[in-house]
Nanobody, 117 residues
Framework: VQLQAFGGGTVQSGGSLRLSCDAD???????MGWYRQTAEKQREFVAS???????EYGEAVTGRFTISRDGPKNTAYLQMNSLKPDDTGVYYC?????????????WGQGTLVTVSS
């Protein structure tokens, strides 16, 4: 199973972007989520969504970002509103994929988000 992230770009402060993460194949995916890597911080949790609908958000994005998921398509979306320069970074999607023996984390390539002030 491969994950592909799309939707990064450059936006002004206060603007919005929507990221997509596609998982190919027919894998059973328990959780899909987003992390980001900034110049100053280690990889930081952004948001996740369990297939049962439960969501979690990092403190820095709560109230501004929304994660959703299209289950049949194994696609996750991250709607990012009210973007700030601190949101600048490389965003990675991650999925917990059933291997037949247990769930394993799979990472996609990153997509760069740049928020200008």
């Amino acid at each position: 199973v491969q994950l592909q992230a799309f939707g990064g770009g450059t936006v002004q402060s206060g603007g919005s972007l929507r990221l997509s993460c596609d998982a190919d194949g027919n894998a059973s995916i328990r959780v899909m989520g987003w992390y980001r890597q900034t110049a100053e911080k280690q990889r930081e949790f952004v948001a996740s969504r369990h297939r049962n609908g439960d969501t979690e958000y990092g403190e820095a994005v709560t109230g501004r970002f929304t994660i959703s998921r299209d289950g049949p398509k194994n696609t996750a979306y991250l709607q990012m509103n009210s973007l700030k320069p601190d949101d600048t970074g490389v965003y990675y999607c991650k999925a917990e994929i059933w291997t037949g023996f247990g769930y394993k984390d799979k990472w996609g390539q990153g997509t760069l988000v740049t928020v200008s002030s």
